[in-house]
């Protein structure tokens, strides 16, 4: 959880930035332009709603499953790709609403936490904050298969592992770079369709196919990697720091309580 709220803080910015860039259309809001005097910063409030929670559920849930699956004591790379995908699934369920809330206030549509929550049930009810879920998972479950299963088989090659279970901090580093920014670029596209979903206050997208579909054929192709530099770079970074403090903080749980030699 602590390295996930870490991980949302340095990341917001530019995860801001990024949100505009792709709600914009040519046949519709430029929010670029239409938001510009509204802060970075705007919509932080809700990582401290949802941050330390959803990365503990996801976490928790990844590794459960992971343990429960892998028949492999060295690890299992659909173990892997699994554990992830129903991490990723029960995380979503409960963090997508407070992701289109924030996503909204990026954009300048609120101003406040309570007040754009009260105007998303007002206008579409409960469905109002799932819009963009379908969207969100067909992201998310790809990215954390590719994510942690290239970062699980990188692990296993590790040069050497501290006392507790842990690689070289080096090591998580640059392994969790590579496979976070892999993932990330790969799933791009599925990103803008959630943006444009969860921003749309109209319902103007009813399904993800739909939205690409759309955003194809008005804005074209290359708008479906709309911030994708900015996507790919920050989550690389930052994912070599929550993989650096993910394996360290485990590695200090297991020798103050599990006594556990290693994560598989």
């Known amino acids: 959880g602590l390295a996930g709220l870490s991980v949302?803080?340095?990341?917001?910015?530019?995860?801001?930035?990024?949100?505009?860039?792709?709600?914009?259309s040519k046949v519709g809001v430029d929010y670029v332009s239409a938001a510009r005097q509204v802060s970075l910063l705007r919509g932080i409030g809700n990582i401290f709603l949802i941050s330390m929670p959803g990365t503990a559920i996801y976490m928790g849930v990844y590794d459960t499953t992971k343990r429960?699956?892998?028949?492999?004591?060295?690890?299992?790379p659909l173990a892997h790709c699994l554990a992830g995908a129903t991490a990723e699934l029960t995380q979503g369920i409960?963090?997508?609403?407070?992701?289109?809330v924030k996503q909204q206030m990026q954009v300048g549509i609120g101003a406040r936490i309570g007040q754009t929550f009260s105007a998303i049930a007002h206008r579409n009810g409960l469905r109002g904050f799932y819009n963009?879920?379908?969207?969100?998972?067909?992201?998310?479950?790809?990215?954390?298969?590719?994510q942690f299963a290239l970062y699980e088989q990188l692990r296993r090659?590790?040069?050497?592992?501290?006392?507790?279970?842990?690689?070289?901090?080096?090591?998580?580093?640059?392994?969790?770079?590579?496979?976070?920014?892999?993932?990330?670029?790969?799933?791009?596209?599925?990103?803008?369709?959630?943006?444009?979903?969860?921003?749309d206050q109209y319902r103007t997208y009813h399904n993800t196919a739909e939205c690409i579909a759309k955003i194809?054929?008005?804005?074209?192709?290359?708008?479906?990697?709309a911030g994708?530099?900015?996507?790919?770079?920050?989550?690389?970074v930052i994912g070599s720091f929550f993989f650096l403090i993910y394996e360290q903080t485990s590695a200090l749980a297991r020798s103050l309580f599990l006594r556990q030699p290693s994560l598989t």
């Open 216 to 225: 194809i054929r008005y804005d074209g192709p290359r708008q479906l990697f």
């Open 8 to 24: 949302d803080i340095l990341y917001h910015p530019l995860d801001t930035i990024k949100t505009r860039l792709q709600a914009s």
């Open 94 to 100: 409960f963090r997508t609403p407070f992701e289109t």
């Open 228 to 236: 994708g530099t900015i996507r790919t770079g920050s989550i690389a």
């Open 157 to 199: 090659r590790a040069p050497k592992t501290t006392d507790q279970g842990a690689p070289p901090a080096w090591y998580s580093v640059l392994t969790g770079g590579l496979s976070s920014g892999m993932a990330a670029f790969a799933t791009t596209p599925f990103d803008v369709a959630k943006t444009r979903m969860m921003t």
């Open 68 to 76: 429960f699956l892998s028949r492999k004591p060295d690890g299992d």
């Open 132 to 146: 963009g879920f379908a969207a969100t998972m067909a992201r998310d479950i790809p990215y954390s298969m590719i």
